[in-house]
């Protein structure tokens, strides 16, 4: 299992632990992935996914799942989460 954010393709990074002496030595920052469950109103479907805390927090500040996915960039999203983008598309388009 890959540690990438599934919707905001968030992953780990690279850097230095730095000691009071200024050695330096190789070091990993993850990402602060969580599995959540999400609802998406328009389908009617929940989804478990992989994501990050800053992105759980986006998608509540956006308004659920299928407000934060119109938004989102086809780039950054996961193939799990482009699918469910699709879905989302295709069943407002035919509400409408």
Known sequence: MSRVCELTGKGPMSGHNVSHANNKTKRRFLPNLNDVTLISDVLGQSFKLRISAAALRSVDHRGG???FLAKADD?????RALKIKKDVAKAVATAA
């Open 75 to 79: 780039s950054e999203l996961s193939d």
């Open 65 to 67: 799942l299928d407000a």
